[in-house]
């Protein structure tokens, strides 16, 4: 019945995984980790929204009539390249946090905070 | 996750790139699956190993009681699937995203633009303003990365720290030489890859991974220094600007010629001619840099993290403030 909607369902439960280690885990890498999740789950999300029942890949031949739709391949194929540049600025952030604490618990780097005021 | 050892964590992710580009083979959208296999479970994996080794392998866990967390995590995901009742099934043909601007793209773009990967023609014609953007988010994202993590040469020429582990490149004879005997090949590949994505799978992004790739390859295995010898920072530096202003340049060029920005009916007489002209430039220089800005991130984190080392290895009470 609504087998169908499994695919939106799988994208969900990847981007709830994502969205608790980020709210939850405090070590900043796992939290990088986890956006990464939502990240790959919105992408899931548009591949499959992009899939056309029979449909062959978006690359034009003339024996072939029916292709699942191009537009989403597009999109996303610019944001995982652009989504590692964003994950690499994030992590440039953690190294010098890093330097600047000594940890990247979040936590610790409160308590440090705190110690400062 | 319970796993503390984030070297763990980092392998997992990157199985979990490499499934997930399967998973976009199989969905029929290969120049994504392409994309995804080289950056991540590549690059990503790599950048990842970088940062660990400057910050740690192990997480100090602190204990928390996760209900605040898993309570708007389920309640987020309960009103997402309480949405998703609407949403057209898997795989439909009438579904809204396929009976809007689609139809065209498929049906047109061997007429209007004569480019057989239609992923391509959206990518690199029709949606080119879009494409514009990103290459200048990929670069304003490398010189963020480089203002935060440059260290001046002069810190860093002072003083070889003392008692370096030796690297890869220094151990093993065999990786060296099977790996040195693969570039001529990656290389290619790489290019072929760059020219061949108005006809398959491929395109300026994934080529520019590629090639980013063979470089930080070798610069895991020869090291740092030869790396450097072989393309300067500065070069590097140069040619990520360069790449985007090849690519703004062919839309003023349309401009010039009367058309729109990005229009490439307008660049030869031909208008065909001209969209293949048009797409080949702009793929290049969205090649060009997405390579040097991958290159430009790795050696960034790679010579922070050598700088560090030797601060901590000079004052080691101090090193960490």
């Known amino acids: 019945m609504f087998i169908g909607l499994a695919n939106t369902w799988v994208a969900i439960l990847l981007m709830m995984i994502g969205l608790y280690i980020v709210i939850a885990q405090g070590n900043l890498i796992k939290k990088i980790i986890g956006l990464t999740l939502f990240q790959t789950s919105v992408f899931i999300f548009y591949i499959s929204m992009a899939k056309v029942e029979g449909g062959t890949a978006p690359i034009f031949s003339s024996d072939i009539s029916i292709y699942s739709n191009p537009l989403p391949h597009a999109l996303i194929l610019t944001a995982i390249v652009v989504g590692i540049s964003t994950t690499a600025l994030a992590l440039s952030l953690i190294v010098r946090i890093k330097e600047a604490y000594g940890t990247i618990e979040e936590e610790e780097i409160q308590g440090l905070d705190e110690e400062q005021d | ?321």
Request: glycine residues 8%.
């Open chain 2, 1 to 321: 996750m319970l796993l503390k050892d984030l070297f763990a964590v980092t392998m997992l992710l990157s199985i979990y790139g490499l499934l997930s580009a399967t998973f976009f083979v199989a969905m029929d959208a290969v120049d994504v699956a392409f994309t995804e296999a080289s950056v991540g479970a590549g690059i990503s994996t790599l950048l990842l190993l970088v940062v660990i080794s400057v910050t740690g392998r192990r997480e100090r866990r602190v204990r928390h009681k996760p209900y605040a967390a898993l309570f708007v995590v389920i309640l987020t995901s309960m009103l997402l699937v309480f949405g998703t009742s609407d949403m057209p099934y898997f795989g439909s043909a009438d579904a809204p995203i396929h009976n809007h601007v689609a139809p065209r793209y498929l049906n047109d773009s061997m007429q209007e633009i004569n480019v057989p990967n239609i992923v391509t023609a959206v990518l690199a014609s029709y949606r080119a303003f879009d494409t514009f953007g990103e290459v200048v988010v990929i670069f304003t994202a490398g010189i963020g990365v480089l203002a935060l993590m440059s260290v001046s040469s002069k810190a860093l020429s002072k003083s070889q720290p003392l008692n370096r582990p030796r690297g890869l490149y220094e151990q093993h004879l065999v990786i060296r030489i099977v790996a040195k005997t693969l570039f001529p090949f990656i290389f290619l590949f790489a290019l072929y890859v760059q020219f061949h994505g108005d006809f398959g799978p491929g395109g300026g992004f994934q080529a520019g991974v590629i090639f980013a790739a063979a470089f930080i390859l070798y610069a895991m295995l020869f090291g740092l220094d030869a790396a450097t010898k072989v393309i300067k920072p500065a070069v590097i530096e140069l040619l990520a600007a360069l790449g985007v202003l090849l690519y703004g340049s062919v839309g003023i060029v349309t401009l010039l010629n009367g058309g729109n920005f990005f229009d490439y009916d307008y660049l030869l007489a031909d208008p065909i001619a001209g969209q293949h002209l048009g797409i080949l430039i702009i793929e290049l220089g969205v090649g060009i840099t997405v390579t040097c800005v991958m290159i430009m991130i790795c050696f960034g984190f790679s010579l922070r993290r050598r700088a560090y080392e030797q601060k901590v290895a000079i004052r080691p009470k101090e090193g960490a403030v």
